[in-house]
């Protein structure tokens, strides 16, 4: 860079101090310790929201979960038989359960492939669900034969003894 005077033939020094633009150690500490505990407190409050109202829906997913558990033979629905394979490790204490698995028949219908309903103690019942109960559902493969693997679907209703 040429400059007219020769006394600007360097570059111009820099004015102020050289803590320009920093910021005091104790500040910095404070203010990250403050967004830290900001979010904490949000993540909190969304777990407990999250939680609270997912309470309702616990029991019947869960319970849908330990059923297709115990149920599928890698991976497939066979058959019926469900009073003989459900029990109390695996149906929730306390509850009625009603286990339903449907598949599409050839005519279009739904066809109900197994079916049981348990009292409390996990003992097979005669009993109908309120319309109150609690529905869990989820997709599953059906083995209906040799060789004949259908879409189906497995149904959990839990309801209060």
Same mark, same amino acid.
């Given at each position: 860079?040429?400059?007219?005077?020769?006394?600007?033939?360097?570059?111009?020094?820099?004015?102020?101090?050289?803590?320009?633009?920093?910021?005091?150690?104790?500040?910095?500490?404070?203010?990250?310790?403050?967004?830290?505990?900001?979010?904490?407190?949000?993540?909190?409050?969304?777990?407990?929201?999250?939680?609270?109202?997912?309470?309702?829906?616990?029991?019947?997913?869960?319970?849908?979960?330990?059923?297709?558990?115990?149920?599928?033979?890698?991976?497939?629905?066979?058959?019926?038989?469900?009073?003989? =394979?459900?029990? %109390?490790?695996? +149906?929730?204490? *306390?509850?009625?359960?009603?286990?339903?698995? #449907? /598949? !599409?028949?050839? @005519? &279009?219908?739904?066809?109900?492939?197994?079916?049981?309903?348990?009292?409390?103690?996990?003992?097979?019942?005669?009993?109908?669900?309120?319309?109150?109960?609690?529905?869990?559902? =989820?997709?599953? %493969?059906?083995? +209906?034969?040799? *060789?004949?693997?259908?879409?189906?679907?497995? #149904? /959990? !209703?839990?309801? @209060? &003894?």
């Amino acid at each position: 860079m040429i400059y007219g005077n020769p006394a600007e033939t360097r570059p111009p020094e820099r004015h102020g101090s050289p803590d320009r633009g920093g910021t005091e150690p104790l500040a910095a500490l404070v203010s990250v310790a403050a967004v830290c505990i900001a979010v904490s407190v949000y993540a909190g409050v969304v777990s407990l929201t999250i939680a609270a109202t997912g309470d309702d829906d616990r029991v019947e997913r869960s319970t849908l979960d330990s059923v297709w558990d115990e149920l599928d033979e890698d991976g497939v629905l066979v058959g019926g038989g469900f009073e003989h =394979r459900l029990g %109390p490790e695996t +149906l929730p204490r *306390g509850h009625r359960v009603m286990v339903n698995a #449907t /598949v !599409v028949g050839p @005519d &279009g219908h739904l066809v109900t492939v197994g079916a049981a309903t348990f009292d409390t103690d996990a003992r097979p019942a005669t009993l109908e669900p309120p319309p109150s109960a609690a529905v869990s559902d =989820r997709p599953i %493969p059906v083995r +209906l034969g040799d *060789g004949d693997v259908r879409p189906g679907r497995l #149904t /959990v !209703v839990v309801w @209060d &003894g």
